[in-house]
């Protein structure tokens, strides 16, 4: 029936790119890690495994995960329900909201949960005065609750796009079939509702796992020193030891879990996915009419943004109250007063005080950010949607079952060591492209590519085959099967990818800032130059640039809401 | 359809790539590989290019140990010509590494001989910057009680609950703060002075940004006292929000409680603008740029002729005394050492 040819000419490019960019650097940085190894190659394995310092860093980074993943998709879960089967105004801003966290850099999420969980911030100010404590009751940084909060935070909006999308096309008939049958809702949602949701489920829990699997700025930023997961271990045996054997056999460890659990998921996910038949929004989804739906709707979305945004608001006040020096200082302690409304800190972004070299304006850093975005946007999705198609033709080809879960590596590699990688391997034309600023989007497209690629599965998987058949008998042409099945279809999946690729291109602080060029700084590397310096006005300009990022990405994601291929002609 | 769009947009992206202007009448391009913390004034980097006719091209690439990393990674085809921002706690590696030429530059006759760890001259010294102990002013005059003038003071009951501290396994500065306390107690003495300072409930975090902007009291925390830099109370001043008078913080300054870091240039190996290169290291080196320095990275010119602008000089309390240790020492040791601390202190 499939053309496996045309599945190898759908490989070629995404492999293309993968292996340039991907596999040779990673390739090239783990050959010359061992070779630095006195003792050969697999002296390092062996120490590794047997020392119980790695032991004990691989058994915290999966517990960690496997414990954030579940938080988040029990927080997501409500989120994606109601997102799915509901319409109601304020729906785009909602889902753009949630969206923001995934797109900040680490330092700006601390300090965000700082301006409202501080020792001397406006929890714990409230709380002293309350209870007439004279120490501040809630220490958030340093603890393990701060690097759970912290990854639902960052994650949720994963398991809320993924899910909620896909549910969204659901056919209500199968539940309400089910309950006409006799079954209970608890019974509907266990036997109905929730088998056919699984590979949306499953593709995001996947996801968000990685993601907390390789964490490294939470961990650092507000986990504290007591806690390390591989990623963070693997930076400190590369740079501040320079132990590249046993960082490379890390790396070669934390791929290896990442490689296990997406094969596992592959085998799964293509025994759990089902063409099935997907009903358009307008048909699924209710509006809020009974108590009981307005009741839920209420709970869910104060808990999303409650949890989501307050710390984003904290972080946004902040940047518009004086930060000093008008303190006073009670019998009882240390007590910030708000000192009221300032614009300083805008002023002083938007006037160059300093002539220095690297300079840049905000307008220009944002400029950048967005080119760069856009560059990724249009790369990811090149490339991903071609990936995406050879996997949903035929699931079960040798050639697919085997190349699906390395798809999903790149998401799974140590920053640091690919950084390294990119210098060691990219150094000869016409491949030289350690100095040029198109490193920036190539390693965000690593990045946004495996998110692309899941994104769009689990919808053209879905795409009954008998509809393009039925296309085809009826004399279309095979672009007008695309154009008038296919692109419907997966529309609002490619508006998902999209808006993935965005989020990713435009928060990237790790990658970007080892490849940047210093006169092309992006939003977050031109924060963190605020951030790393002392003084009032260098922490207010990082606060104001951290809040017109959020502006930026709000807007960004409510634009590419309107331009939803989707409603071009969803059926 | 699709892959030959996207094979087409690799294609044209490499070719962009690819197509650098190399030859012709255009200005010679020097490349200057640095750590993420490199800054200089725009107009004195346009006095070097307009003098020898020079296109200048920096590549940042992360912290001290990530930059460095890459210039040693890169030493079979190297990135640039000339590498700034190797610091002593990291200098054994770049000359085991063999990473630098040598050059002799005239102006190393400006710069004492304390600065110059190379005796081969393959890292040419360029500024240095104290890590000292930061307090704030104002709880110590509330609580009548005197800043702490030795490491020893820390371990007093009137200080308990009060400093917080980075973690030399991934922190310059606490790697510096920790060597300070090798360097003063010695090899056997440094633990058992970290446990006092753990029993006195020192806090530890893994940066300094969260040192300094959450848990420092000037700012967001409840500690006055936080491991920092020499120069952090003259930029309170230079950076306030409303202009002040004087600083809100102080650093501690007595013998031996401060580390001395200084950092280092050097023309890369294989460099093929050797000229150029030592025109550049003469340039960092000369009075121009040295006086340019303080203000754009926080850190001390080494040449004796630079001078340093007033509010520094005003503000500014340079330690008589600091530590040093010899960079082998510190190569040397340096995993051990943390090993040892985060034993003592994370456990």
């Not at chain 1, 879960?77 to 799915?84: I, R, V």
């Not at chain 1, 105004?89 to 301006?115: C, E, W």
């Not at chain 1, 896909?166 to 079954?183: D, E, K, T, Y």
């Not at chain 1, 419907?488 to 291109?505: D, E, K, N």
């Amino acid at each position: 029936m499939s053309n496996p040819l045309k599945s190898i000419l759908l490989w070629v490019a995404p492999l293309a790119f993968l292996v340039a960019f991907y596999f040779y650097p990673l390739g090239s940085i783990l050959h010359l890690s061992f070779a630095r190894s006195d003792t050969g190659t697999l002296t390092p394995f062996l120490e590794a495994i047997t020392s119980s310092r790695v032991q004990r860093v691989l058994g915290f980074t999966i517990w960690q995960a496997i414990l954030s993943t579940f938080l988040t998709l029990l927080v997501g879960l409500p989120g994606a329900y109601l997102l799915a089967r509901y319409d109601f105004r304020g729906k785009s801003l909602l889902r753009a909201l949630t969206g923001i966290p995934f797109v900040l850099p680490t330092l700006v999420v601390a300090a965000g949960f700082n301006a409202l969980l501080g020792p001397r911030d406006w929890v714990n100010v409230v709380l002293m005065s309350l209870f007439d404590l004279t120490e501040p009751p809630i220490h958030f940084i340093n603890t393990l609750t701060a690097i759970l909060v912290a990854h639902i935070f960052y994650n949720t909006t994963i398991v809320l796009r993924l899910v909620a999308d896909f549910w969204s096309h659901l056919n209500p008939r199968l539940g309400q079939a089910a309950q006409v049958l006799g079954a209970g809702s608890w019974k509907v949602l266990r036997h109905v509702t929730l088998p056919l949701l699984m590979p949306a489920i499953t593709a995001a829990a996947l996801l968000v796992f990685i993601f907390d699997f390789t964490s490294f700025g939470v961990i650092l930023v507000l986990g504290g020193p007591r806690f390390a997961t591989l990623e963070v271990e693997i930076y400190y045996q590369t740079i501040s030891l320079f132990n590249l054997p046993l960082a490379a056999v890390l790396s070669v460890l934390q791929l290896g879990c990442t490689l296990a659990l997406t094969v596992v998921y592959t085998r799964l996910a293509s025994r759990l996915s089902r063409p099935l038949p997907l009903r358009s929004q307008r048909y699924t989804q209710k509006r809020l009419l009974t108590w009981r739906s307005r009741l839920l709707a209420t709970v869910t979305v104060g808990f999303l943004l409650a949890l989501l945004t307050t710390p984003l608001i904290a972080l946004a006040a902040r940047s518009f109250i004086n930060l000093g020096p008008a303190r006073t200082r009670g019998d009882t302690g240390l007590i910030t007063l708000p000192q009221g409304f300032t614009l300083t800190f805008y002023r002083e972004l938007a006037f160059h005080s300093r002539e220095s070299i690297f300079y840049a304006p905000p307008t220009t850093a944002i400029s950048i950010s967005l080119g760069y975005a856009a560059v990724t946007i249009i790369l990811a999705l090149a490339l991903g949607t071609p990936a995406a198609w050879a996997l949903a033709r035929d699931s079960q080809s040798p050639l697919n079952r085997a190349l699906d879960p390395f798809l999903m590596l790149p998401l799974g590699t140590s920053a640091v060591t690919l950084g390294l990688g990119f210098i060691v391997a990219l150094a000869h034309p016409p491949l030289d492209l350690r100095a040029s600023p198109l490193l920036v989007p190539i390693a965000h497209t690593l990045v946004a590519f495996p998110f692309v690629v899941r994104s769009l599965t689990p919808a053209l998987r879905s795409i009954q085959p008998r509809l393009r058949q039925a296309a085809a008998v009826l004399g279309a042409t095979p672009r007008q099967v695309l154009r008038y099945v296919d692109l419907p279809l997966v529309g609002r999946a490619l508006f998902v990818a999209a808006t993935f690729a965005f989020t990713i291109s435009i928060g990237e602080f790790g990658a970007t800032a080892l490849i940047s060029r210093p006169e092309y700084p992006t939003v977050p590397v031109a924060i963190y130059r605020f951030l790393s310096r002392p003084g009032a006005l260098n922490y207010g300009q990082a606060l104001a640039l951290s809040t017109i990022l959020m502006g930026v990405t709000l807007v960004g994601m409510l634009v590419i809401e309107r331009f939803r291929l989707a409603d071009v002609g969803e059926f | 359809m699709k892959p030959k769009i996207s094979l087409l947009l690799i294609l044209l992206a490499l070719l962009l790539a690819a197509c650098r202007p190399s030859t012709g009448l255009e200005p010679r391009v020097l490349t200057v590989m640095t750590h993420d913390s490199f800054a200089a004034s725009e107009e004195v980097i346009q006095t070097f290019k307009t003098e020898y006719n020079v296109e200048v091209q920096f590549l940042e690439a992360g912290d001290t140990g990530t930059s460095l990393n890459k210039a040693i990674l890169s030493k079979k085809n190297p990135l640039a010509d000339v590498f700034y921002g190797v610091d002593n706690s990291f200098l054994s590696r770049a000359l085991d590494e063999d990473i630098f030429e040598p050059y002799d530059s005239p102006l190393l006759a400006d710069i004492p001989e304390n600065f110059q760890l190379d005796p081969q001259n393959r890292a040419l010294p360029v500024d240095y910057g104290d890590v000292c102990l930061n307090y704030e002013i104002a709880y110590f005059e509330n609580n009548n009680l005197p800043p702490p003038i030795s490491l020893e003071d820390l371990l007093m009951p009137d200080y308990k609950d009060l400093l917080v501290v980075e973690n030399p396994a991934i922190s310059s500065p606490g790697l510096a703060f920790l060597l300070t306390t090798i360097g003063h107690f010695g090899e056997d003495g440094y633990l058992d002075f970290w446990k006092g300072l753990v029993e006195n409930n020192v806090l530890v975090v893994n940066d300094w940004e969260t040192a300094y902007y959450t848990e420092f009291s000037q700012w967001g925390g409840t500690r006055p006292l936080v491991v920092s830099y020499g120069s952090s109370p003259p930029f309170e001043v230079i950076f306030a929000e409303e202009p002040i008078e004087e600083p809100p913080t102080a650093a501690v300054t007595g013998d031996d409680t401060c580390f001395r870091q200084i950092e280092f240039v050097g023309i890369l190996k294989g460099t093929p603008n050797r000229d150029l290169a030592e025109k550049w290291v003469d340039f960092m080196l000369s009075t121009t740029f040295q006086e340019d320095i303080p203000l754009n990275m926080y850190v001390f010119p080494v040449n004796t002729h630079a001078k340093l602008n007033e509010t520094f000089l005003k503000y500014l309390a340079i330690p008589e005394k600091p530590v040093t240790l010899d960079p082998a020492a510190i190569a040397a040791n340096r995993e051990a050492w943390i090993q040892a601390w985060t034993e003592m202190v994370l456990r």
